[in-house]
């Protein structure tokens, strides 16, 4: 009897192994798949750095504008 329940626990671990491990292999293709889709997307939707080069030039520019015309207002009220 004893002996019996033994092979029982041990075939329900075998089935629960099996399907395990199938599980495991299907999530493993999904991870593939959804990343080369990820990759697939950024590659084809997102700025590149030089596309961006002339935007961050531009930005660049008028945030330096703005802080040499503060600094200036401020220059002259001291000076005053």
């Known amino acids: 009897m004893e002996n019996h329940d033994q092979d029982l626990k041990i075939n329900t671990l075998e089935v629960n192994y ?6 495991i292999d299907d999530l493993s293709c999904l991870v593939k798949e959804e990343f080369t ?8 939707n997102y700025v590149n750095k030089t596309e961006f080069w002339g ?6 520019g008028l945030v330096g504008l703005i802080l040499i015309a503060f600094a200036g207002g401020m220059i002259s009220l001291i000076v005053k």
């Open 18 to 23: 099996n399907t395990m491990s199938q599980k």
């Open 37 to 44: 889709l990820l990759k697939k997307d950024l590659k084809d």
């Open 55 to 60: 935007v961050k030039t531009i930005v660049y």
